[in-house]
């Protein structure tokens, strides 16, 4: 009784509250007892509440929209009136048939829920705009190489500094990139990463610090006492929100910095490692900034009433002056204008829609499915329809109803559908590949825009899947179905369900080929010799900044003990160094002299560059195709020494060893190196990116203060941890230990992307297999059950069983093989409108294209089969008479 | 012209006298044309009435210490009796109209 009370109470929400005031108890109590009455008659109480629902949203809406209720009756019915009509009927129907209303919600819902899921995806990053105010006016400009096909290339600094100062299309334009840093002094010291940006940069953002103050224009000036801006997380998780922060000191790589400033916790910026931002210095440095060093993020803020076109005009003409004035480094080199958002979103706009029309497909297959569940059923009321249009209603006011019923049926869905969308988005999360750089990933949710969509699809597809049935069982002859009590052979009917079976095969197919063909491309980036091992070997990066190491050294010297000290672990096989580990992300480039060829303009000699220990190789696994390895002999006063790997060796000496033959850096200074080895490639900006060329240097002739080390051990990560820190401590108290990471993980994030979509492809079209399934097996049981009586007589006629069971699987083969015709050519044409997604296959890859074949006739014969044994054991004597 | 059937019903209950809600209910329901009327239906029926005037909330009854203090007693007001009076009439001339038309005559 209380229950009942509090329950009712809350359906009162419907009514304004003034009425709720004056009437809810009343009300409340009168229901309480009818329920009470209603259960000592033994009567349904469901159908009481299904009733007292209704009654309170009808009544409670017209209270709240409505005119006041007049105590004269309206003259007209009214289309409202109807519907409302409508919607009760189609409550009972649904109360009375459980299980099939059961089977077309969960349908729906899982089509409904897959799309919700991927669309909030869709609108979280592609649809939202960028969270800066006005974000259509903030450009990215890079160094566009045409001859190179290179629109996007970083930009050296001294170049950045021209480009602000001589546009005439930018508000403000400013320069960002990201280094590691390792903050001391705390308890325990910490690995940060330091947006290092020029003063303007969050005035072209338009983002205002939430305590402090925002960078001043001098302080990317060398010699000024260095701040820094801290990002809200940062500010969070070291700081405990204290407010009193700003003006406080820290020790960022041996250098005191005074923090001026907190980031608001609603910026959001692509690259999310960034934990602090700090000036970058530029101007008024000892040596003039490089223009070959290319490095910098450059962003900027278009002038009101300044067109993108505009702006690239305008880039243009500053490039073109730059050119001419510093050749030998500019030469074919110009600026490119692209706007963030587009910048920021095309990357992952091709994977999103394919996995939107993955699940618009799904969806699509889950209609198909309830349209004929509800055709199924609506046979099976023929009669009732028929006579309920004989007496009652038009045939208009008939179809009207019949889609009342799939629309209340699809918004059942549609909630439900919510439900999955949410789970689904958890998933998406927890499969969030982390190299991706977006923004946008705190709207990951429900969103309103999201529940809007929702609320569209799932109407959208009650009146798809609706208005099939509907529209057969309003042009039914009523006075045929009446005659015939309600059985008919339906001729129409058998051949609208036979075409929903094959368009659903198809649909089932040519998801698959998707799926297949993004299986086969990420087994073909894993299957690609990478160049080096991708196993449990562990990875830790140490950095050595401060005082203690001005030294080159003081430098070798540490990272050489810690070496032996790693190395010295029980356990261990060995221990290698490098500078930049394979996937990691970090590269650069430099240009190099041949010695005996000439660089071009449109052909330029560059090297990425990497200094590594002389174990490196050995524990990495790198093949050394020719001359030999690095040696502990390679440090100075030796003759400085260089190993190239293949691609190098192939593109500057063609047809030649390159053992013995000389090249240098670019430098002012710099020495000639002797080649004394080719190692094969590596895979280092991905496992489906292509090779540059790389030249390698020994650690003593190397430079910089940053390696990463490679342990060889068949130990657990979790279990070496320990000691690995231990050692690194014993090295230096003061060095902060990066996460610790196996190449497997490594080599796993640098995929995750392509990981992400491979398996949601798959998912979705596995759910549309498991769909069509169920729908062709329905599909077939249904028309079995027509034939009954014709399989009756041909059995009696001398048929047997077993060519009863070929007929039926037949038909079953023939409408599969129709489907796939029509499914496998789709799939083949949209794969080849997203070819950027695969790798190694073609969309026409055989082996795929035969394993859907396969699968799909192998499920549609399977499905046929269930129905085909009940046709064998038809009794011909009863079929006849029934 | 017309009232709606239940809003004559509530008034042709309340003519013996005073009701409160669920009595008035439980009369409408016996008399058959509602099998059950569904609170939200019922009570907006009534704000509707009390608004038109039709009836009127009873505050000067004395009650026994027995009833129900949430209970509100409802009774006609003079424009209520009235209006049930011209609609009582209305349909006596439709009764009288459907006989002598021959529609009354077999009974059953």
């Not at chain 1, 399934?773 to 009696?796: D, F, K, Y």
């Not at chain 1, 129709?818 to 055989?846: H, I, K, N, Q, W």
Request: proline share 5%.
């Amino acid at each position: 009784m209380r229950a009942t009370r509090f329950a009712y109470r809350l359906l009162l929400i419907a009514f304004p509250a003034a009425v709720r005031d004056e009437f809810g108890d009343d009300m409340a109590t009168l229901f309480a007892m009818q329920i009470d009455e209603r259960r000592r008659q033994r009567g349904s109480v469901v159908g009481l509440w299904i009733r007292a629902v209704v009654d309170v949203l009808q009544h409670g809406m017209a209270e709240r929209f409505g005119a006041g209720e007049s105590p004269r009756p309206r003259r007209t019915g009214g289309w409202m009136q109807a519907f409302l009509h409508d919607a009760r009927y189609a409550l009972r129907m649904m109360n009375r048939q459980r299980g099939l209303t059961l089977v077309c919600v969960l349908t729906l819902a899982l089509g409904i829920g897959a799309n919700t899921a991927i669309f909030s995806a869709v609108n979280a990053f592609l649809l939202r705009p960028l969270p800066y105010d006005d974000p259509s006016r903030i450009m990215t400009i890079w160094e566009k190489r045409p001859a190179e096909g290179v629109l996007d290339n970083v930009v050296a600094p001294a170049d950045f500094l021209d480009w602000a100062r001589q546009n005439a299309t930018f508000e403000s334009m400013a320069a960002q990139i990201t280094l590691p840093a390792d903050l001391t002094g705390v308890e325990e010291p910490r690995r940060l990463f330091v947006a290092a940006v020029s003063p303007a940069f969050f005035n072209v953002l338009r983002v205002h610090p939430i305590l402090g103050r925002d960078f001043r224009p001098d302080e990317s000036f060398a010699g000024k006492p260095r701040v820094a801006i801290l990002s809200y997380r940062l500010w969070s998780s070291q700081f405990g929100r204290d407010g009193s922060v700003v003006g406080r000191t820290l020790t960022l790589n041996g250098t005191p910095v005074e923090v001026v400033g907190v980031l608001p916790a609603s910026f959001e910026f692509a690259d999310e490692r960034v934990d602090l931002w700090s000036p970058l210095v530029l101007e008024g440095t000892p040596q003039p900034q490089s223009r070959s060093s290319h490095q910098l993020v450059v962003f900027g803020r278009l002038k009101a009433g300044v067109t993108v076109q505009q702006a690239r005009t305008d880039m243009d003409r500053v490039g073109a002056a730059l050119q001419q004035q510093y050749p030998e480094t500019n030469r074919n080199h110009g600026a490119w204008v692209i706007p963030y958002e587009e910048w920021l979103k095309s990357p992952v706009r091709s994977s999103l829609l394919l996995l939107l029309g993955a699940v618009a497909f799904v969806l699509l297959i889950a209609c198909v499915n309830v349209a004929n569940i509800l055709l199924a059923k609506s046979a099976g009321r023929r009669r009732e329809i028929a006579v309920r249009s004989a007496v009652v209603a038009g045939r208009a006011r008939l179809a009207g109803q019949m889609l009342t019923e799939s629309v209340m049926l699809a918004g059942l869905g549609g909630l439900v559908g919510l439900l999955v969308g949410w789970w689904g988005i958890q998933a998406l999360k927890q499969l969030a590949p982390a190299e991706v750089q977006i923004v946008g990933w705190s709207h990951l949710r429900l969103e309103p825009r999201v529940l809007a969509f929702t609320a569209v699809v799932a109407l959208a597809t009650g009146v798809l899947f609706g208005l099939l049935p509907a529209w057969q069982l309003a042009s039914q002859d009523v006075g045929a179905s009446l005659k015939e009590g309600g059985r008919s052979p339906g001729g129409v009917r058998r051949r609208v369900r036979v075409a929903l079976v094959i368009s659903e095969i198809a649909l089932a197919s040519l998801l698959l080929v998707a799926a297949g063909l993004t299986l086969r491309s990420f087994q073909s980036v894993l299957n690609d010799p990478a160049g080096f091992r991708i196993d449990r070997s562990l990875t830790v990066s140490i950095s050595l900044n401060g005082s203690k190491y001005r030294t080159r050294e003081a430098v070798v010297a540490t990272f050489e003990s810690l070496e032996r000290r790693l190395a010295s672990i029980p356990g261990v096989r060995s221990v290698g160094e490098t500078s930049h580990l394979p996937l990691g992300g970090r590269d650069g480039r430099q240009g190099v002299t041949v010695e005996g060829r000439e660089s071009t303009p449109d052909a330029p000699t560059r090297a990425h560059p990497r200094v590594v220990s002389p174990s490196y190789f050995r524990t990495m696994r790198i093949q050394l195709l020719s001359g030999r390895p690095f040696s502990e002999q390679d440090a100075p006063p030796a003759l400085p020494v260089a190993i190239v790997n293949e691609t190098m060796a192939r593109r500057y000496w063609p047809g030649a060893s390159p053992i013995g033959k000389r090249v240098r850096f670019n430098g002012a200074g710099d020495p000639w190196m002797e080649v004394v080895g080719v190692i094969a490639d590596v895979k280092h900006w991905g496992l489906d990116a292509r090779v540059n060329p790389e030249i390698y240097l020994p650690l003593k002739m190397g430079f910089g203060s940053t390696m990463t080390y490679v342990i060889d051990t068949d130990l657990d990560g979790a279990a070496l941890a320990g000691s690995v820190r231990e050692q690194i401590r014993a090295t230096d108290l003061n060095l902060p230990v990066g996460a610790l990471r196996t190449m497997d993980d490594v080599a796993s994030v640098s995929v995750g992307s392509r990981r992400a979509g491979m398996l949601l492809v798959t998912v979705f079209g596995v759910l549309a297999l498991v769909l069509a399934a169920a729908g062709i097996h329905g599909v077939m049981s249904h028309l079995v059950a027509l034939r009954t009586p014709e399989i009756g007589v041909r059995m009696t006629l001398g048929a047997s069983p077993a060519q009863m069971m070929s007929a039926i699987l037949r038909e079953g083969a023939i409408q599969a093989i129709a489907g796939l015709a029509v499914g496998l050519g789709g799939g083949v044409l949209l794969m080849r409108a997203f070819r950027s997604v695969l790798y190694g296959v073609e969309p026409t890859d055989p082996l795929t294209l035969t394993v859907v074949s396969l699968v799909l006739l192998a499920t549609a014969l399977a499905a046929s089969a269930i129905p085909g044994r009940r046709a064998m054991r038809v009794d011909p004597v009863n079929a006849l008479r029934g | 012209m017309a009232l709606k059937p239940l809003v004559f019903q509530v008034l042709l209950a309340l003519a013996d006298g005073e009701r409160h809600g669920w009595a008035l209910v439980r009369e409408i329901q016996q008399r058959g044309d509602f099998t059950t009327l569904m609170p939200g239906n019922f009570y907006r029926t009534l704000r509707s009435m009390l608004a038109e005037g039709l009836i009127e909330e009873v505050h000067t009854r004395s009650r026994t210490e027995a009833e129900d203090e949430r209970r509100r007693y409802f009774r006609l007001t003079p424009a209520g009796s009235r209006a049930a009076t011209v609609e009582a009439r209305r349909l006596e001339a439709l009764v009288l109209e459907s006989r002598a038309k021959n529609l009354l005559t077999k009974r059953g």
